[in-house]
């Protein structure tokens, strides 16, 4: 998968939309609710790269392993890599 960077509020919720999640680990049928869940209700960066054959695209496998999520001061990052489980980290600096 070609590594992909996004700016744009909207266009991020469109695309985490349609990013799912199997396999070992973190599992979601919705990335943008756990983005939501997570504190971020408006994206402001998304970068993905990587390529996991547990992840789908608007259904299609493979999607991206890897998501880093900002909004502001909050980062939401999914990591996930064939054969390994996937997991998830929050971090919000002062």
Same mark, same amino acid.
């Given at each position: 998968? *070609? ?10 919720? *469109? ?55 900002? *909004? ?23």
């Amino acid at each position: 998968m *070609q590594p992909i960077e996004i700016n744009d509020p909207t266009k991020i919720e *469109q695309f985490l939309s349609k990013i799912a999640l199997a396999g070992k680990g973190f599992t979601t049928e919705c990335l943008l609710m756990d983005a939501y869940d997570a504190g971020l209700d408006y994206p402001d960066y998304l970068k993905a790269e990587g390529e996991d054959p547990d992840a789908s695209y608007e259904g299609k496998s493979p999607a991206w392993a890897k998501y880093h999520m900002r *909004q502001g001061k909050r980062v939401f990052m999914v990591y996930g890599d064939k054969g390994k489980d996937r997991r998830t980290h929050f971090s919000e600096t002062p």
